[in-house]
DNA sequence: CTGTTAGCGCGTTCAT
DNA sequence: ATGAACGCGCTAACAG
């Protein structure tokens, strides 16, 4: 492989220049033209070690998650990675297979290898680890979700507001009793605390019978979902706090054939049909009633932020939390009682 | 950061002993010691760049895909991952967007950032890039998809074989009228040769209104399903050659309430129920028939060939194909015509 | 098995 | 704007 030094003897120009030229440095028009073909007949590329020695920059940023087969991260990463090679960057892919120790490990072994920034979508609830990633140099985003009590740069999704409002959206169509069946995540924790607030706001009961959460490693949801459904008191409305209740609830829809809204209004936080493979879900009808993530904006401004962090890596600068607004969407899965029991309160 | 010289100083023995030491060499138990507690106390990590810039290895390899939101790539991943960071590699993921000048483009990027390795899904119908790329030194594994003429090192599933045996037990339980919608990709192409050589075996007619090739970037599978059980005399069924189009007849069904298999017959190959977060299409009942490809196995086959590889680097390898083994699930979805017509032909 | 020495290819002072 | 010289941190070839 042809070395900066095969082209100082083709060109003529010694390779100080040459660097320069190379780095976008202002260079004679005649060295210029002298450079560019000797570079171009010996095909000579930078050898990316050798300047990463000197410069202390790879030039790649690591991407660590819990399961990449969760289809809600791959359009993400998809963005990101198309992001980041615009402006020369490579993606290492770091899957943590849901292991909070070996998210420290993957963490570790990406600071060590000396990637110039981190993306991390944390399972963990302290953030030792990644205190000292970032006070080794490495910037990191907290991808999704965050750490309570710890301030770090973020992307994230209105998941408290958005659930408040879609469930002061199904109180005002008459729903009163309201379930919701959870995960034990960051995100599971906010859009609860956002389903109960509306209730409480709206001065309605919070029952707990109705409130399910789960370890969705272990625990299946449609079957909390049936339980909930075999109560003798059996909610009108379930809120299902993310994809994986969602696909709960279309489960037991379709073993027990069960009527939506008839039977049960449904809400879940994202959209089966928007995730990859899944358009056909759309001819289940009525489908659910949804909150839309916008994933290719997440993995976008996760791009930029740490584009951005990795520019002025030596600044200190104040944790930026982006939160990204979702999309609400009320569909006929959601029925409204108050129209059947009294149509005069309409305006 | 602390560089081997500093473990030198703190441990009074030579940075080559440390080198040799680090990389796995024997070295005194004396010496093992003092190292060690040096490194331990400066918290020393060798510099991946460094090293690099003489042993020429960065220890990371690149996956170039199509579309990483495709979700047949994400468990061939994972499990790749997980290989290649057992034995201290970390992956580059890139995404080419089914582009066939990006994917020769990203070939080039990592390549010159001097990946050990590469596993590549190609869309190429040329290898100039690969074969390039191997050129410069690089050992590129195949995945899922050969290009014709072109002989490397690839891991691919019995795409003509798995076909053929499908049908043949389709045309056994009594299926005459056969119709395939497929793709124009490598994959599609082998398995509906194994569809028509399964035809042609048992004498029976390949009817060109029953085989309908797509572009599946643009046209909808579901459509040409649809324009199938349209004809005046259609087939009875139906051989889908991916995923995409398995849920174009998904869509069918759900769209039309199409009986299967009374109205129509359906294998599929690739199982929609294996895919990430599609389990609940088994309440819809009956489940397709279908030909599993074993995703994990594909990820850890490509990991453990491209290892060998970079071991001996420098050795003329003949290419080696490894062809995995499909699983092939025919259910209620096919219909037994036989058994209905002439019940006396049962052994 | 150890220590000494000489680069790997490039970035970055300096003087000019 | 340019060229000469040094050093980044580590590995490998050598002599002991």
Redesign the interface.
């Known amino acids: 492989l042809p070395t900066i030094i095969d082209v100082e003897q083709e060109s003529g120009v010694s390779k100080s220049t040459i660097s320069r030229f190379l780095r976008g440095m202002t260079v004679t028009e005649e060295n210029r033209v002298k450079i560019e073909n000797a570079i171009k007949k010996l095909n000579y590329?930078i050898?990316?070690?050798?300047s990463?020695?000197k410069s202390?920059k790879?030039?790649?940023v690591g991407?660590i998650l819990p399961?990449?087969?969760?289809?809600f991260f791959?359009?993400i990463?998809?963005e990101f990675?198309?992001c980041m090679?615009e402006h020369g960057y490579?993606?290492?892919?770091?899957?943590y297979?849901n292991s909070r120790e070996k998210e420290i490990i993957q963490l570790g072994?990406?600071s060590?290898?000396?990637v110039d920034g981190i993306v991390l979508a944390t399972s963990n609830i302290k953030a030792d680890h990644i205190k000292a990633c970032i006070d080794h140099g490495v910037p990191v985003i907290m991808l999704d979700r965050l750490i309570a009590g710890f301030s770090c740069d973020s992307i994230t999704v209105d998941n408290f507001n958005a659930s408040y409002r879609a469930v002061r959206e199904c109180i005002n169509l008459g729903h009163i009793k309201i379930a919701a069946v959870h995960g034990h995540f960051y995100t599971d924790g906010e859009r609860i605390k956002g389903v109960k607030k509306a209730l409480k706001d709206s001065k309605l009961p919070i029952r707990d019978e109705y409130f399910r959460k789960l370890n969705l490693h272990i625990d299946k949801p449609e079957e909390a979902i049936e339980e909930l459904l075999d109560l003798t008191d059996p909610p009108t409305l379930l809120f299902c706090s993310n994809?994986?209740v969602g696909?709960g609830a279309?489960?037991v829809r379709?073993?027990r054939n069960l009527k939506i809204p008839g039977e049960l209004s449904v809400l879940v936080f994202d959209d089966i049909s928007t995730?990859?493979?899944?358009?056909?879900v759309t001819?289940?009808k009525p489908e659910f009633s949804s909150i839309t993530q916008p994933v290719s904006e997440i993995g976008k401004y996760a791009a930029e932020l740490l584009l951005q962090r990795m520019k002025d890596a030596d600044k200190n600068h104040e944790a930026v939390n982006i939160e990204l607004k979702t999309r609400l969407k009320i569909t006929q899965s959601v029925a409204n009682i108050k129209n059947d029991l009294s149509s005069d309160q309409n305006k």
């Open positions: 590329k050898n990316p070690m050798a990463g020695l202390s790879t030039f790649s991407v399961d990449i087969t969760d289809s791959p359009p990463i998809k990675e198309h090679l490579h993606v290492i892919l770091s899957d297979a072994l990406l060590d290898k000396m994809i994986y696909i279309l489960k379709l073993k995730f990859p493979n899944h358009d056909y001819y289940i």
